[in-house]
């Protein structure tokens, strides 16, 4: 493939090599975005201990206040406030909430979904694989944000709703590729084994299968979530995702563009936390992925 | 492949039909389904007033004999009309239909070409900093949301440098260069990921040719190193940029959403977004329907495309 001639390094140049060892390092375990991942995490799950503010209540004598790194800003609202005089530090932290929350859920439901028609398609064969994966192409040519348009006006917004379609939008991502692990594992000799022993299908499928296509699970698992998280953040700010009384990045976003000229951080600070979050899901995936199984090279 | 061919264009038809079931039933599945002709708070509407808009709608009709009716005139091009605009939907899009695909072609040339060459590029000084800077892009680029870099891009190039106007159309009696401007922020936000996907493509694929028999030969024989790269090379390794070009520009369908609702761009992706908000469900259905007309049409181009290109697909 490489077409530089193969040198031989001993592994003490590569040790001395410090940008070489750097790589090498984060190679062997991501752990830049596994720190950003597990701020935002603590940082949602704490949100009531940790916001200074209340989310929702404004300050009108300390509206548009920049970050305290301008001219101007101050250690009381360190991410400054929004046109409200709202601490934008305490509605990044309950934001982080709602956009964890609902991905975490979607993901979930469509991991159990996906791993339950990959298996199943790839273990029974034939008109039960023909019809699960006609289904699976369908659903996967759906156009799921002009859907997500029509149940908010039909059903109004609200989290539920958002949750729910995303699940439901996003089960047949990967189940493709479960299924032809399932088709390939099906034919080894424990599974055969498995059945000459009598054991029936359930028990193989969760005793023999499932443990072997669990990587699989997990690395689409989590470059799915990263994906998940834009979703939301769009939905929301499109204002047909969570209604506008709950902060959300999404929200505060869309209600920062107006005034890009003046309070430009409304809006910047909210999409810098999902590019980090979504971007350490990526790298997080993409690790796993070549760790576990560089052949799903192609799934995003 | 002919049975290949009609097994594909019977699978668009039901999806498109799937789509207007879908469609259908989402928008009567609220509570109450008048809330997508009237605003929730519409409120000091006599309740005689709100059963004579009920039967007006049709909305006092069994959920099927209802979606047949809607279906029949679907079938005939009548999508009604917009509630808020009071005038036919079919007018409406048409006139806001140019404006998005304008923007979508203009997009598209601004993302396949230098995605191509950069892809080349990559892959012929691979390992170099130039294929680490545009791979790196390439990986930001998934992580941000169209939408924000879109507010981004408004920020510095519009707002603080003051090179490009921030939003909107300019009216077509505006000279070329003063239109041409106005594209220029909404096609690359547009096109950035899909110039992603054209430079991966077009790297992973270009490798793979680079390290076949006949590029070697073609070396062997003596053939500049140009002209390997360029008639060669890229001829063979253009197959798979070329194949993804119809999920491509179906991809555009959910961006010109944001990136028109974050212009004001007076196109069809904005016009969707404001009848959601206004409860215009006849204006949102006969988008969406477009919408989804076009998204299947384009997977069924891609899916023939991969066929022709490649056998192996035909009998799966």
Avoid: C
Wanted: proline share 5%; aromatic share 12%; hydrophobic share 50%.
């Amino acid at each position: 493939m490489t077409d530089q001639p193969i040198v031989f390094q001993s592994p003490v140049k590569r040790v001395i090599a410090v940008p070489g060892r750097v790589f090498s390092f984060s190679k062997r375990w991501p752990i830049i975005p596994v720190v950003i991942m597990l701020l935002i995490i603590f940082g949602a799950i704490f949100a009531p201990v940790l916001a200074p503010f209340e989310p929702q209540k404004g300050d009108l004598r300390a509206r548009n206040m920049p970050p305290v790194w301008l001219d101007g800003g101050d250690s009381t609202h360190w991410l400054g406030t929004d046109n409200l005089g709202r601490d934008i530090y305490s509605r990044m932290l309950y934001g982080a909430r709602i956009s964890l929350f609902v991905a975490a859920v979607a993901v979930s439901f469509g991991l159990v979904m996906g791993t339950l028609t990959g298996v199943t398609a790839g273990y029974y064969g034939g008109m039960v694989d023909e019809i699960l994966m006609r289904l699976v192409d369908l659903w996967s040519s759906l156009p799921f944000l002009l859907i997500a348009l029509i149940v908010a006006i039909s059903v109004g917004p609200s989290l539920g709703m958002v949750i729910g379609l995303l699940a439901v939008s996003s089960w047949s991502a990967g189940s493709r590729n479960i299924r032809g692990e399932v088709l390939s594992l099906r034919n080894r000799e424990y599974v055969h084994m498995a059945r000459v022993m009598n054991a029936s299908d359930v028990r193989i499928i969760l005793r023999h299968l499932l443990p072997n296509v669990m990587h699989v699970v997990i690395v689409i698992t989590t470059l799915r979530t990263g994906s998940m998280i834009i979703a939301e953040a769009g939905l929301s700010f499109l204002g047909v995702g969570v209604p506008a009384s709950v902060p959300t990045w999404g929200l505060m976003i869309a209600q920062g563009q107006k005034f890009l000229t003046t309070t430009w951080w409304m809006s910047i600070i909210p999409g810098v936390a999902i590019f980090a979050i979504v971007l350490s899901f990526n790298f997080l995936g993409d690790w796993l992925r070549d760790r576990f199984d560089p052949r799903l090279n192609q799934l995003d | 492949m002919q049975k290949f061919f009609i097994r594909r264009l019977i699978f668009a038809f039901l999806t498109l039909w799937s789509i207007t079931f879908v469609v259908f039933g989402l928008s009567r599945m609220g509570p109450d389904p008048l809330l997508i002709y009237v605003r929730d708070d519409s409120y000091g509407i006599s309740e005689e007033t709100l059963e004579k808009l009920r039967a007006k709608w049709g909305l006092d009709q069994p959920f099927h004999i209802q979606y047949i009716k809607w279906m029949g005139s679907i079938v005939r091009g009548d999508f009604g009309e917009s509630i808020a605009a009071q005038r036919p939907v079919t007018k409406i899009i048409a006139e806001r239909l140019p404006a998005t695909l304008q923007l979508a072609a203009v997009a598209w040339i601004l993302a396949s070409i230098p995605g191509v060459a950069l892809g080349v590029l990559s892959a012929v000084k691979r390992g170099s900093m130039w294929d680490y800077f545009t791979r790196t892009l390439a990986l930001i680029g998934q992580a941000t949301p169209s939408f924000w870099l879109a507010i981004l891009m408004i920020l510095v190039v519009a707002v603080r440098l003051e090179w490009l106007p921030p939003a909107t159309k300019a009216d077509s009696t505006e000279s070329f260069m003063t239109q041409a401007s106005y594209f220029v922020l909404p096609a690359l936000v547009l096109g950035f990921d899909p110039w992603a996907t054209y430079l991966r493509l077009t790297r992973s694929s270009m490798l793979e040719v680079l390290d076949s028999e006949f590029v070697k030969l073609a070396r062997a024989k003596g053939v500049s190193g140009t002209s390997v790269i360029w008639r060669h090379a890229l001829r063979n390794a253009l197959i798979q940029p070329l194949t993804v070009s119809a999920l491509v520009l179906a991809s555009f369908i959910t961006g010109s959403v944001f990136v028109e609702s974050v212009f004001a761009w007076p196109g069809i992706g904005r016009l969707a977004v404001q009848a959601s908000l206004d409860n215009d469900f006849p204006v949102l259905a006969g988008v969406v329907l477009l919408f989804g007309t076009a998204y299947v049409v384009m997977n069924f181009i891609a899916d023939i495309l991969y066929a022709v290109i490649d056998p192996r697909i035909r009998y799966d």
